[in-house]
């Protein structure tokens, strides 16, 4: 019913910036929330960045300071701005969306299929 896909992964090295893009498509009245979460390898998945619908947001703190969510509501569409990677951003990085097929229906929960983010020298 809803698919999303994340886009904008990449091998960057230390002190380098990536932007990744999560598009969600499909039978969406509205969006409560967009959040970017990560997987190490043999790491459990961490949040790491969320958007609201009220635009606010909420990061781990390990990212703060480096990293910026945003959105762009008609394209349905969450970017990740990372900026000072370090080697220990190294993980696939998943989006998450919490939607409304319709205005009185329950909220579901979305994943999309993850990026690579590699940050190596």
């Given at each position: 019913?809803?698919?999303?896909?994340?886009?904008?992964?990449?091998?960057?090295?230390?002190g380098g910036s990536l932007r990744l893009s999560c598009a969600a498509s499909g039978t969406i009245f509205s969006i409560n929330a967009m959040c970017?979460?990560?997987?190490?390898?043999?790491?459990?998945?961490?949040?790491?960045?969320?958007?609201?619908s009220d635009d606010r947001t909420t990061y781990a703190?390990?990212?703060?300071?480096?990293f910026t969510i945003s959105r762009e509501n008609v394209k349905?569409?969450?970017?990740?701005?990372?900026?000072s990677l370090k080697p220990e951003d190294t993980a696939v990085y998943y989006c998450?969306?919490?939607?409304?097929a319709l205005p009185t229906t329950p909220s579901k929960n979305y994943w999309g299929q993850g990026t690579q983010v590699t940050?190596?020298?």
């Open positions: 019913q809803v698919q999303v896909v994340e886009s904008g992964g990449g091998l960057v090295q230390p970017w979460y990560r997987q190490a390898p043999g790491k459990e998945r961490e949040l790491v960045a969320i958007i609201y703190d390990s990212v703060k300071g480096r349905n569409t969450v970017y990740l701005q990372m900026n998450y969306i919490n939607s409304r940050v190596s020298s």
